[in-house]
Nanobody
Framework: QVQLVESGGGLVQAGGSLRLSCAAS????????MGWFRQAPGKEREFVAA????????YYADSVKGRFTISRDGAKNTVHLQMNSLKPEDTAVYYC???????????????????WGQGTQVTVSS
């Protein structure tokens, strides 16, 4: 079992930055791929970024590439999402997710992740 708790959301002006964190419990954190997804009102949940269990591979949605960076700290069982140059269209609830290490397969599919956090709200004002 893995429990995930997100933090770091808030209100920021367009062009600003936020850093989301996801604290994971459980001894097997190091063997899990981690992902960030987001869901805006009236829209489906969408993939944002993912990082492999080893930290050696990262993946990004085209909409955030070059602006967001995902990283993990194995010693602290934590995954971060650094978000720069934020835009109003980045406004959403952001969710952290985990799955047993699966390589490059289906990293952007929400249904491939077994564990989810409760979400943290990010609001970007124009």
């Amino acid at each position: 079992q893995v429990q995930l708790v997100e933090s770091g959301g808030g209100l920021v002006q367009a062009g600003g930055s936020l850093r989301l964190s996801c604290a994971a419990s459980g001894r097997t954190f190091s063997s899990y791929d981690m992902g960030w997804f987001r869901q805006a009102p009236g829209k489906e949940r969408e993939f944002v970024a993912a990082i492999s269990w080893s930290g050696g591979s990262t993946y990004y949605a085209d909409s955030v590439k070059g602006r967001f960076t995902i990283s993990r700290d194995g010693a602290k069982n934590t995954v971060h999402l650094q978000m720069n140059s934020l835009k109003p269209e980045d406004t959403a609830v952001y969710y952290c997710a985990a799955r047993p290490g699966s390589g490059v397969y289906y990293y952007s599919r929400a249904d491939r992740y077994d564990y989810w956090g409760q979400g943290t709200q990010v609001t970007v004002s124009s």
